[in-house]
């Protein structure tokens, strides 16, 4: 490859050194990687994305969508290639992704990633993580993010659906040990909670005693957990905790919510 393709690699970043440090170097294909960094992290993460070259900028956080949303138009090149600070792309997706990137980007399109999630050092390839497949890189042209608080989710209007241009595939290391775990369960459920309560909703006691055990079912029954092992029953376990932590805090504030 001799140069840097059309592409800007979106990033978000708060506290994940370690990660930038191995993830940025193997991004030397891309004309440019975009650090939207959180000021309420570690200034060593934001130093260290600077001195591996990345273009970072300081954004005071209002959530994932409005974050990626401000990193989007910090973007130059034609193609945009979002990732996570813990994701990692399968050598073989460059080819891929060079072969997309030639590709006129004058008309919206998109192609779809698979990405595999890690839980506690073991691939998950069930319990609703199966089959994972996101738009991962798609034209600037068009492109927008929601306003989710967690979850966000791109939206390119008009796009086409790239295919049979190779495989394109991401390994997604999130949960890597059981701090990670408990960390994001409580954080993801404040979000969630956050975005319901905006929304509109309120909880009862209802909710509390029947909406965990529903989503550990649904994951490690219905959607086969169990296959998963061990590592699959800890994951749905989280799940529902999560659930039970976001009705909680809803439940919680609709008890504090002052009478009409």
């Known amino acids: 490859m001799s140069a840097p393709l059309p592409i800007s690699v979106l990033l978000l970043a708060r506290d994940e050194t370690r990660d930038l440090e191995e993830l940025l170097p193997s991004l030397a294909f891309a004309s440019e990687v975009v650090v939207v960094w959180d000021p309420r992290g570690e200034p060593a993460t934001r130093d260290a994305a600077r001195g591996l070259g990345a273009r970072v900028f300081e954004h005071a956080w209002e959530g994932f969508g409005p974050q990626r949303r401000f990193a989007l138009e910090q973007c130059t090149q034609d193609w945009v290639l979002w990732l996570d600070a813990d994701e990692r792309l399968s050598p073989d997706s460059i080819p891929t992704l060079e072969r997309a990137s030639r590709l ?3 008309r919206p399109a998109l192609l779809m990633a698979r990405r595999v999630t890690a839980f506690l050092g073991r691939p998950i390839h069930w319990c609703g993580w199966r089959d994972d497949r996101l738009p991962r890189l798609f034209t600037r042209r068009g492109a927008s993010f929601d306003d989710a608080p967690v979850h966000e989710q791109v939206r390119v209007d008009g796009a086409a659906t790239l295919g049979g241009l190779g495989p394109f595939r991401i390994e997604h290391m999130s949960y890597r ?10 954080r993801y459920a404040h979000a969630n909670a956050e975005r319901a309560w905006r929304a509109g909703r309120r909880a009862g006691v209802l909710d509390l005693g029947l909406r965990p055990p529903l989503r550990f079912l649904r994951q490690f029954v219905l959607q086969l957990g169990f296959l998963d092992g ?10 529902a905790a999560q659930v039970f932590l976001k009705y909680a ?5 609709s008890r504090s919510e002052p009478k009409a």
């Open 177 to 186: 040990t059981f701090d990670d775990c408990v960390t994001k369960m409580v």
């Open 249 to 253: 805090e809803l439940w919680a504030r």
């Open 104 to 106: 006129p980007a004058d």
């Open 230 to 239: 061990a590592h699959g029953f800890l994951l749905c376990a989280f799940a």
